[in-house]
């Protein structure tokens, strides 16, 4: 078990409704990034936060946000949601802040939070 | 920018048949490649990486820069090698890493 964890693990919603996906990283862990990975996308980097700070940003939308509280746990937030948004989003965490030399690049995955927008 | 491609969405082979899974990568500066394996019910870990020079559960990968190329392949596949894999790389930058994946594969190795 990686120790990552990623809370709902299935999600049932509306357009135009708004949503919370939760991560907790593994202990220790300070860098959190999410992923959405759909049928024709693959996975998409999202958004990586190092200590409570944003540090990268990929392709994720104006209505998405992100953060990472003091206890290092991540929200992301999904709002005004659209049919295209159903999609697998995953939550990884990793020991270091991915810019120093010797950054090992192990990431570790969550299961997961499958999100369905009718 | 930064590009991962994995030409194969599915590769089929029987057991002890090599196995050979593709991967170009579009980077500007000095890459780090890394493979993921994904197995049925499990969640997405990492299989090796470049700089270790390293065989996993007999997978060899090796970076070769001027065909831009991160190659996975096992001599012999076992049915437990079935499962999803996935390129990626790391570019980093000053503001932070982005570990960007290809499309995957899927491998299925036949008894």
């Known amino acids: 078990d990686s120790g990552v964890t990623q809370t709902p693990k299935h999600l049932i919603t509306a357009t135009g409704q708004r949503v919370t996906l939760r991560c907790s990283p593994r202990s220790g862990d300070l860098s959190v990034y999410w992923y959405q990975q759909s049928l024709d996308q693959g996975l998409q980097f999202l958004i990586h936060y190092y200590n409570g700070e944003e540090r990268a940003k990929g392709n994720i939308l104006e209505r998405f946000s992100a953060q990472q509280f003091p206890d290092l746990h991540s929200e992301l937030n999904l709002s005004s949601l659209e049919l295209g948004d159903s999609a697998l989003y995953f939550c990884a965490s990793s020991v270091d802040s991915g810019v120093l030399i010797g950054n090992t690049g192990e990431l570790f995955f969550g299961e997961g939070s499958r999100l369905t927008v009718l | 920018a930064q590009r991962v491609t994995q030409p194969e969405k599915l590769l089929s082979v029987f057991k002890g048949a090599p196995v050979e899974l593709k991967c170009n990568y579009s980077?500007?500066?000095?890459?780090?490649l890394f493979w993921y394996v994904q197995y049925s019910r499990q969640r997405l870990q990492l299989l090796l990486r470049?700089?270790s020079r390293e065989s996993i559960k007999g997978f060899t990968a090796d970076l070769n820069k001027g065909e831009t190329s991160f190659h996975l392949k096992k001599p012999f596949a076992q049915e437990e090698d079935s499962a999803m894999y996935y390129c990626?790389?790391?570019?980093?930058?000053?503001?932070?890493?982005?570990?960007?994946f290809g499309g995957g594969t899927r491998v299925l190795v036949k008894p």
């Open positions: 980077y500007s500066g000095s890459p780090e």
């Open positions: 470049h700089i």
């Open positions: 990626a790389l790391s570019g980093r930058g000053a503001a932070g890493n982005k570990l960007t």
